[in-house]
Antibody
């Protein structure tokens, strides 16, 4: 059974960084892309980008370019998403999800709250 | 890319059918056979219910079906049940290794 487990809720002050983890188990880590999705309160989901399965190359959606970094630790099958210089508009639930171009398995989401 | 357009909310009575639309452009829905739909109950992970426009993953009820016409994809839920009350959002491949989501539709089963 495929399982996608994310780290817990985080609170940060404006200007800080936050790193969310996403551990995937149940199939070969390299077989699927790892996507990251932002859902701000009361808003629809936004695709942030992905880490490409074959070579860990990353693709960032335009509006997230420069403000987010995706990494992976293949020894533990864990992906990470780091947000830098956070601001109030970064308050959201962040999901990781696996799949190629349809997202078959999702993490439970990690709430990031940015507040001074 | 701009978000795909979905109605903010829809409602229907139990046992009836409802269709949720998702309008994109000729650069996403209109050209790629890679439209997916997700059911999202608040506080839970989203669930894939349709992929590649009209394919159902194993275990998803046959009451859910998908289609596409031009730049608009649609999700139809037949025989509505109380448990179908959730948020639904669409997603399409948009070229250049990117995805675009719809804004989501809140389904209320009256």
């Amino acid at each position: 059974e495929v399982q996608v487990v994310q780290s817990g809720a985080e609170v940060r002050e404006p200007g800080a960084s936050v790193k969310i983890s996403c551990k995937i188990s149940g199939y070969s880590f390299i077989d699927y892309h790892i996507h990251w999705v932002k859902q701000a309160p009361g808003k629809g989901p936004e695709w942030m980008g992905l880490m490409y399965r074959e070579d860990s190359q990353t693709v960032y959606a335009g509006e997230f370019h420069g403000g987010v970094t995706f990494t992976v630790d293949t020894t533990t099958d864990t992906a990470y998403m780091q947000l830098n210089n956070v601001k109030s508009s970064d308050t959201a639930v962040y999901f990781c999800a696996t799949g190629q171009w349809d997202l078959s398995h999702w993490g439970q989401g990690a709430l990031v709250t940015v507040s001074s | 890319q701009s978000a795909l357009t979905q109605p903010a909310s829809v409602s229907e009575s139990p046992g009836q059918s409802i269709t949720i639309s998702c309008t994109g452009t000729s650069s996403d829905i209109g050209i790629y056979h890679l439209v997916s739909w997700y059911q999202h109950h608040p506080g839970k992970p989203p669930k894939l219910i349709i992929y590649q426009v009209n394919q159902r993953p194993s275990g998803v009820s046959t009451r859910f079906s998908g289609s596409r016409s031009g730049n608009t994809a649609s999700l139809t839920i037949s025989g509505l049940q109380a448990e179908d009350e959730a948020n639904y959002f669409c997603c399409s491949y948009a070229g250049n290794y990117s995805l675009v989501f719809g804004g989501g539709t809140k389904l209320t089963v009256l």
